[in-house]
């Protein structure tokens, strides 16, 4: 009798192990592969308006700057302690009310965009976050949100403290922030799938603690500056200490500590080609001043030059916002040859000095901003974009120069642009017309409603409707409102007629 030899239990396992172990392998791949879709296949969102291209769309930047969408969303529920409200408040929530605008169809304030790292959702900014303010009739009014003004309410320093103070607070860590961030989902009725919770809790979180801690010690200076305010920024400070790693507390003093400047418009960019620009005239080339702004978010090597030649290309052509209050026509017609004779030589279209550099000496204003861009600095800018080409055009920097003043800015949309001079340390145009000793030593920065009467935006209530303005001091280091004496001798009377004038630009 034949024994009935039926394979052991070993032997069947050992049999049939390369097709379990291939079968359980692709299952996990396919799990994996579920999981991992939306990740591999998340597309940054692309906006067909060319309006919302400029204050919703990344211009790059999500590998060193990207904040994962869901810890940028718990940040301000979490650490609320540390969105500095004490000096200037708007009211709302979250970054609001440090000035950000919501807009009701938005998830993300003008100025932030979505982004994809790592299939990853996260939060990055652009142009918008510097370059967008608003104005308002009356203190009754909505407020009229208008792109590339230059910024009036947002005060940006504020975000750079929150985000730097927060790296540093213990409670950053997955264990503490996903209960908030779960929380969230809920509320939003979103979800993480099991693979995005995995990346949010080993690295999301770990990850732009680190990144933020390094922000943290590049932007330690801070603490030492003059605060600037809304509508203000040191443009090139933290430039040197995260570029090109320059230890600001071995800079001179003169050029680290009144080195804050008033965000500019960026209309109309097509005139000004082969115009000296930046405040103190520093670059002749528009397409280089483009991205040199934006270095302050992205890095040569993640920046998205499509997405900011879509934005510099409708720039070009873009007009500067008209007057929108009762102009007296006849007045101005006043004004207009008062303006020619005394102003337009530096400030009007096609005229000898526009675009020039008027010397120090001879301006007279504030020298912060001029000192703290500096030979060695625009050395340092000559390595930037070296190797990078796009449309077959070489992207390395050429054009920066140290000069010795400040530019004869065009004055299109001048309305729009006070607090004037380079620093903003004159609330309106017509102090502007008076002799530095009369014009305002302290007034209030970030109000949007408009002065129509001085020309600029109402600057001596320090709070209103809930909110709260910042104060301005003329006598701190960066701050003078000295120079810029060009008109100051005229009567009365002609200067009422100039500044009506000067609503028309
Ligand atoms: C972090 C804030 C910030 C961001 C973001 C930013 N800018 Fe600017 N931009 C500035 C400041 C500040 C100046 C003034 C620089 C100076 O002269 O000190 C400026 C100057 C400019 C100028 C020159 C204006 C003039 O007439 O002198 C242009 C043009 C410009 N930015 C375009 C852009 C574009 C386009 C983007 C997006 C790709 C951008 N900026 C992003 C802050 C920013
Ligand atoms: C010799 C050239 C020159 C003349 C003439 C001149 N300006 Fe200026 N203007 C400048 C310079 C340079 C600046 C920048 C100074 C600074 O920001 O520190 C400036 C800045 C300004 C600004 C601030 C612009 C802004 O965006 O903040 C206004 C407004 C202005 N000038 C108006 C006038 C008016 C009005 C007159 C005539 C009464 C006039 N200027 C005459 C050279 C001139």
Redesign the pocket.
């Known amino acids: 009798m034949s024994e009935h030899t039926s394979p052991s239990l070993l032997q069947q396992i050992w049999n049939g192990l390369p097709k379990f172990i291939t079968t359980l392998v692709g299952i996990v791949l396919v799990i994996l592969l579920v999981l991992a879709w939306p990740l591999l296949t998340r597309n940054t969102p692309k906006y067909s308006n060319i309006d919302e291209h400029f204050k919703y769309a990344s211009?790059g930047g999500a590998s060193n700057m990207g904040i994962p969408y869901w810890i940028w969303r718990v940040m301000p529920v979490m650490f609320p302690e540390y969105l500095p409200t004490d000096t200037y408040k708007v009211p709302g929530e979250g970054v609001t009310q440090i000035g950000f605008m919501q807009e009701p169809d938005h998830d993300l304030p003008i100025?932030f965009a979505h982004d994809t790292y790592l299939g990853l959702d996260v939060v990055t900014?652009?142009?918008?976050?510097?370059?967008m303010g608003s104005v308002r009739e009356s203190a009754k009014a909505h407020s009229h949100i208008i792109p590339t003004m230059p910024?009036n309410v947002v005060n940006?320093e504020a975000y750079f403290f929150f985000i730097t103070r927060i790296a540093n607070d213990p409670r950053f860590n997955a264990r503490e922030m996903m209960p908030y961030i779960e929380k969230d989902l809920k509320q939003q009725g979103a979800k993480l799938n099991p693979l995005e919770s995995l990346l949010y809790r080993y690295i999301a979180i770990p990850q732009t603690r680190a990144l933020l801690s390094v922000q943290a010690e590049r932007l330690k200076f801070l603490d030492d500056q003059p605060l600037y305010g809304p509508g203000?920024?040191?443009?090139?400070t933290?430039y040197k200490s995260r570029a090109f790693n320059f230890i600001v507390e071995d800079l001179p003093k003169k050029e680290t500590q009144g080195s804050a400047?008033?965000?500019?418009?960026?209309w109309n960019?097509g005139p000004?080609r082969g115009?000296n620009?930046?405040?103190?005239g520093?670059?002749a080339s528009?397409a280089e001043?483009?991205?040199?702004?934006?270095l302050?978010?992205?890095s040569p090597t993640n920046i998205d030059l499509d997405?900011?030649t879509r934005?510099?290309d409708w720039?070009l052509d873009l007009p500067a916002p008209k007057y929108p209050y009762i102009i007296d026509t006849e007045l101005a017609a006043q004004g207009e040859p008062i303006f020619e004779q005394n102003c337009a030589s530096c400030h009007a279209f096609g005229r000898q000095k526009v675009g020039q550099v008027t010397p120090i000496e001879e301006i007279g204003t504030d020298s912060g901003?001029l000192d703290?861009?500096t030979t060695e600095f625009a050395s340092n800018q000559y390595t930037l974009f070296a190797g990078i080409t796009y449309k077959g055009e070489d992207q390395r920097f050429t054009h920066f120069r140290k000069t010795n003043g400040y530019?004869n800015?065009?004055l299109d949309g001048l309305w729009l642009r006070a607090p004037y001079l380079?620093n903003g340390s004159v609330p309106t145009l017509r102090d502007l017309l008076e002799k530095p000793e009369n014009r305002p030593r302290n007034f209030y920065r970030g109000n949007d409603v408009f002065d129509q009467e001085k020309l600029g935006f109402v600057s001596d209530v320090a709070a209103a409707e809930g909110r709260s303005f910042f104060k301005y001091d003329t006598s701190e280091p960066g701050n003078g409102n000295g120079g810029h004496l060009y008109g100051t001798d005229l009567k009365p009377a002609e200067k009422t007629a100039l500044v009506e004038y000067l609503k028309s630009l």
Request: aromatic share 10%; proline share 6%; with cysteine.
């Open positions: 211009i100025g900014n652009n142009c918008a976050f510097c370059h910024s940006l203000r920024v040191d443009t090139f933290p400047s008033d965000f500019p418009s960026i960019q000004r115009m620009l930046h405040w103190d520093n670059n528009v001043r483009n991205k040199s702004a934006a302050a978010l992205v997405s900011i934005t510099a720039l901003r703290s861009y530019a800015h065009p380079h």
